[in-house]
Each structure stands twice: as structure tokens, then as C-alpha cells.
């Protein structure tokens, strides 16, 4: 069983910077696919990124690319969601899964993100 815990949300102007954290417990993100997806009101969950934990590779909605960065700490068995140049239309709550392939799937509880105009 695995554990995810997002955190880093917040309330941030259009243009500001946010980094969001998922943390694991209960078991490594090795052999797994993280990502973060996102939820506003009214709309599906989309998703936003994820990173291939093995080998580290990481693919990004169109929404978002050139604006936020994943990436992971192995140390730590944490995966972050760098945002910048923030748009109100980021405003979400937004969910870490971890994923094996065929096997596991966990998500977090969510952390909102509102972004000002």
C-alpha cells in the first residue's frame, strides 16, 4: 500500500510561482509512473505531468509545457510540480498518482491552487 501526500498549495497572482510536493509512504516510487493531474470546478480531471520514475523521463499536457516542471527526488521519495508564470486558468485541485503499470494505482487527497488576476 502506498501513501501519497500532496502539499504546496496555495493562493498565488497570475504570473507567481508555486511548487507542489508528493510525498510517498508505505512503499518507494521505484518501477512507478507519478504524475500530477488536475480537477477545477465543473470540469474532468486532466492531466498535467508525469515522470517515468526509472528512468526519469517526463511528459507534459500542452497546457503546461514551458511552465511547469516535474521532477524527483529518489531521497526523498518525493515528486515535485514546479509551477511558474501561474494563469488563473491553473486554478484547480490538483492530485498526485502513482501508477505500476498493470499492477497499482494510488492518488492523493488533493491540494487546491487558486490563481488570482
Known amino acids: 500500500q502506498v501513501q501519497l501526500v500532496e502539499s504546496g498549495g496555495g493562493l498565488v497572482q497570475a504570473g507567481g510561482s508555486l511548487r507542489l510536493s508528493c510525498a510517498a509512504s508505505?512503499?518507494?516510487?521505484?518501477?512507478?509512473?507519478v504524475g500530477w493531474f488536475r480537477q477545477a470546478p465543473g470540469k474532468e480531471r486532466e492531466f498535467v505531468a508525469l515522470i517515468n520514475w526509472s528512468g526519469g523521463s517526463t511528459y507534459y499536457a500542452d497546457s503546461v509545457k514551458g511552465r511547469f516542471t516535474i521532477s524527483r527526488d529518489s531521497a526523498k521519495n518525493t515528486v515535485y510540480l514546479q509551477m511558474n508564470s501561474l494563469k488563473p486558468e491553473d486554478t484547480a485541485v490538483y492530485y498526485c498518482n502513482a501508477e505500476k503499470p498493470g499492477h497499482d494505482n494510488y492518488w492523493g487527497q488533493g491540494t487546491q491552487v487558486t490563481v488570482s488576476s
Open positions: 508505505g512503499r518507494t516510487f521505484s518501477s512507478y509512473v
